[in-house]
């Protein structure tokens, strides 16, 4: 029997599922919000030590320890599974030095976790995406849509692009039943390390606002995007399509950057008066230095963040709130004061 949610017929959700990248920032909430609902959570972690913080979450959670480059690896993911919803979250935004991983990670793995998906009889293949295979607006007042062109942005870009390519080929034919999920910029709890430190510059005065600051970014609340995932899943007419997910609406980066300030002296901590302003062409600088390294194969982090910082990167989520009956639930200091809890609550120094 259907549900309606949101003016949305719905579909049983399956009790089978698979996670990729299950140890990571999006992964970590998406099982979460799994454990209770479904009778087995299929979880592929790249490191054995992810395994068991999952494993405490409940039982139904399976642990499959392995690279999602490895053929092998992921047939175990899928092994004794029959039509399994598949998230496929498993990829690298800031490879490790070399632009040759994220190609590697997210078009190879991706290619493999589609083939084993297939081979399986797995059920509806939810794939995340980047606004990266879009570049940036021409304008602070531009959205996207889902009908914008494709306009990479660097290796990062070109390699997500390839990866949603593959997995609309596989639609297509009909290998799998696929959607696309496109968020931007992730914040929320069980961040990486860089977010950490986006925090902690944030709080000392360090972080750069290019420019006046009136750039916007959207952004999305890791649970925000959790809920799309789990609508997408279920909603009839998501197959074959592609969603901008973010939060309601974009944000100035100078409107972040006052958030977060406020959201961490919400939370008790002390925060420098001081704030740094560069120049609109530290971010084309940037992005020239940036171009230049990628185009011989090497990635440099800090390079590649303040050369984004100057672009407005801004979404319309028109259809996703239209045809998956989702809407948005948290808003940035809401989702900002919850993510530095979390911080807080495991010693972290911000």
């Not at 609508?231 to 977060?260: N, S």
């Not at 300030?261 to 901590?269: F, I, P």
């Not at 302003?277 to 971010?283: E, S």
């Amino acid at each position: 029997m259907s549900e309606v949610r949101g003016g949305v017929d719905e579909a049983a959700p399956a009790p089978e599922v698979v996670v990729t990248g299950a140890a990571g920032w999006l992964g970590q909430n998406l099982v979460r919000a799994l454990v209770g609902r479904r009778q087995r959570v299929r979880c592929l972690v790249h490191r054995v030590e992810d395994g068991p913080l999952l494993q405490l979450l409940g039982r139904e959670v399976e642990i499959v320890v392995g690279d999602v480059r490895d053929p092998a690896a992921v047939s175990r993911l899928f092994d004794g599974l029959g039509a399994a919803t598949v998230f496929h979250a498993a990829s690298v935004i800031h490879p490790a030095g070399k632009v040759r991983e994220l190609f590697d990670v997210n078009v190879g793995g991706t290619e493999i976790v589609l083939d084993r998906a297939r081979s399986s009889g797995a059920g509806r293949f939810l794939h995340v995406s980047s606004n990266s295979p879009f570049g940036a607006n021409e304008a602070p007042t531009d959205r996207f849509t889902e009908d914008s062109p494709f306009n990479p942005y660097l290796g990062y870009g070109r390699s997500k692009l390839e990866a949603e390519q593959l997995v609309q080929r596989g639609h297509d034919r009909g290998d799998v039943s696929a959607v696309i999920l496109r968020p931007p910029w992730f914040y929320g709890p069980f961040q990486p390390a860089r977010q950490s430190t986006f925090f902690s510059a944030i709080r000392k005065g360090r972080f750069p606002v290019i420019g006046d600051g009136s750039q916007q970014r959207s952004m999305v609340f890791t649970g925000n995007l959790v809920d799309a995932l789990l609508a997408a899943e279920v909603a009839p007419g998501a197959p074959g399509q592609a969603y901008w997910i973010a939060d309601a609406r974009p944000y100035e980066l100078r409107e972040i950057v006052a958030t977060v300030r406020q959201a961490l002296e919400e939370e008790g901590l002390p925060v420098s008066g001081r704030g740094l302003r560069l120049p609109a062409l530290a971010g084309t600088v940037a992005a020239g230095l940036d171009g230049a390294l990628q185009a011989q194969g090497r990635y440099v982090q800090p390079l590649h963040v303040l050369g984004e910082l100057k672009d407005t990167i801004a979404c319309d989520i028109g259809k996703a709130r239209r045809e998956l009956g989702w809407e948005p639930a948290t808003e940035l200091l809401g989702g900002m004061r919850t993510s530095i809890r979390w911080c807080l609550d495991r010693g972290m120094q911000l």
